[in-house]
């Protein structure tokens, strides 16, 4: 209570003390304005108002200030305010805008919205190179609550930390503080001085200018989809246009207020409005919408972007200095919503800034950053907290500080080490204060069936131990199986240490005896086997035993190139069927055999039963890897724009049957893109070529994944041949292998009357598959993907066409997408 009452009046003090131009901001009818921008006239030295209408602006000295108060939908006041103490304060009463049609001439011919729209889009990139580079400061909060959640889901407890006895409250609170540096057109830094997150003692926000950076004088801005702008070059195929109204700025500007309407529902599209300068051709602010349907992100109901720019003479510039993005969620069962602000402030443009200045990393923390008192952020905070918002870091912080000691972590630990009658499947037993855990777990998704083992159930042990919040950990896992057909118990196990969280080294050792697939792509997943074998008779999966025991090594060495190396002795065994129970017994059926060679081949071996020592080393380069910089760690950026290629050696030697000894070299590139708003293109290349491989181990094949089941639980394609057997096109020698898929994503199907209803998405692929001795094999698909209802679009059906010398077949493919 008493580190409580402290840190209340610590944070009062705070705002008294550091408060310089401050008040509250209210309409005509006396209700408070959030997201009003307060500035400096000329400058871009500024701040918004919280959700409270309250402000702060904090300046230096004491003299005379021209302050301008800009809100959308109102119109601008400007104050000239003489400070003689510290600190000032000054309320502001804004009106409503008069928005009208009287300063218009409507030619009746024409939509007069559609010439400012065309006006504005040839200019567009015009107005997009005016900022070659800038600097700025940047502060960034995000806020996210829960207005209502369930007690229990599928009859579990939902526990949520955070919420009050409404089931609601503030379960995510944030602020960052940023020197930024960009460069036209994409490369953009952030080092982020101050960093701070309710209730989380490291307070390493993830909030930064990357995710919140929405140009929309770019063609399309990416907002989990990628949206069309409305003022892009091709904005006339996917929006129509109203002039509102007009009004006048506080600079004698005209101000067209154009109301932005999707031409069709599904599209990647906003909708709402735009204010644009008569003349000047620029975006003077934005009012827009988006639904979860549109951004492609299904958990989210409707998000809304703001944004608000200001004028400076000595630049001629526009610039965005404020952008506020509020959305609304829900997902089983839980409701919500939140906001997340960004002010830009202190603007340079057009400096020295060139390629040098920028590197590979965009975000970097500056020492101590997270160690900022309530003192620094009250005085440097742009945008003021609301009341709850102050609540929710005392109240959090003082938990922590209580949940984080020993006796609190004790006596939670106690309570849930108590073994109870649910805990019959799964228990663990944790040590809070010392960071490890272990425990046991019978997973039900263990009960699987194949011809080999008949009926299975699987049993797993754990510990895990954490040594620090960021870097160095040590995991323990066991797993027992048991055949209830060949009444065989095997069991693995596997150990592993991470040394930092930076280069992510990683040192394994793992053993045991284990039943696998000859591809170790494991192209059949054990649920999709297990109907197919028991409902349908086809078993498809082919098995053998494997006794080993493995030593690996993997770290990124330097950025983009991470290595990935194993040694494993091992004992190879050749398995034999034996069950032939099935829920669906027609007597023209039978299974065929475990020999992936031959499936009449009964009982006999596909290959010598042997050790073999063998050897992978594999190199994955991500070109052009960008990152963030945490203190202690570091998370890699995938780039579009740049492959990925994956190189590796294999090596089988010391084999107790000579001819099994070999060694392959083998090759993969691969990529996935976006082009602009017509979908998402992917590919992946592999090649490869074996050596001294004539009479190897049939398990050491090169193996591709086919598909017979019809089913898959792929994301994409761009792995698997969906209309080839598992093994017919294995070989020991040279290959390439071939797919490309692009995902028009609404781009064709969203523009057809009636079937842009149903917010399908059509993929097209085609797959090529070329080895030694053999005619080349294709595939060509055309599928529909997205299929479902509302929020749950988890079907995808492919119609499949394959060749090989000649036309092959055809075939259907249903996948799955919640495996």
Known sequence: MQKTLISTLLILTSIVSFSQIKGNITDTKNQPLPFVNVFIENTYKGTTTNDSGYYELGVNDKKSYNLVFQYLGYKTVKKTVNVTEFPFTIDITLEEENVSLDEVVINSEENPANIILRKTIAKRKENLEKIRDYKANFYSRGLMKIKDAPEKFLGQEVEIDGLDSTRSGII?????????????????????????VSGDSNGFSFNNAQDVDFNLYNNTISLGNEIISPIANNAFTYYRYKLDGVFYDDRSNLINKIKVIPKRENDPVFSGYIYIIEDKWNLYGIELDITGKQAKIPVADIITLKQNFSYSETNDIWALISQSIDFTYGIFGIKGDGRFTAVYSNYEFN?????????RELVAFEKEANKKDSLFWNKIRPVPLTSEEVTDYIKKDSIRILKESKPYLDSVDKAQNRFKLGNLLGYSYQNSFKNYRFGYDIPLNGIQFNTVQGFTTKADIFFRKRYDDFRRSFNANASLQY?????RLRATGFLSYKFNNVSRAFLSLAGGVTVNQFNASQPIRPFVNTISTLFFEDNYAKF?????????????????????????FEKRKALFNTTNQTFINDDNDFYTSN???????????????HNIAKLNITARINFAQNYLSYP????????????????????GFSSTNSDYNFGQVKARVSQSFTISDKGRFNYNIRAGQFFNADDIAFVDYQHFNGNQTHVSTAGNYTNVFNNLNYYTASTNDNYLEAHVEHDFNGYILGKIPLLNKLNFNLVVGAHNLATANNKPYQEFTIGLDNIGWGKWRFLRIDYIRSYQNGYQGDALVFGLKFF
């Open 544 to 568: 053998y035993e494997r006794q080993f025991i493995q030593l690996g090594f993997s770290e990124e060495l330097f950025n983009g190139f991470r290595l990935n190396s194993s040694l494993s």
């Open 483 to 487: 055949g209830f057909s060949d009444k």
């Open 172 to 196: 995510y609170l944030s602020e960052t503080i940023s020197k930024l540096k960009f460069l036209r057109p994409d490369r953009l830094k952030e080092k982020i001085t101050a960093s701070k």
């Open 632 to 651: 202690d760690s570091k998370f890699n950026i995938g780039n579009d724009k740049y492959p990925t290629l994956v190189l590796g050696y294999e090596k």
């Open 595 to 609: 020999n992936p060679l031959n499936e009449t081949a009964f009982g006999i071996a596909p290959f010598v039963n």
């Open 351 to 359: 400096t020295d800034l060139s390629k040098k200045d920028f590197g």
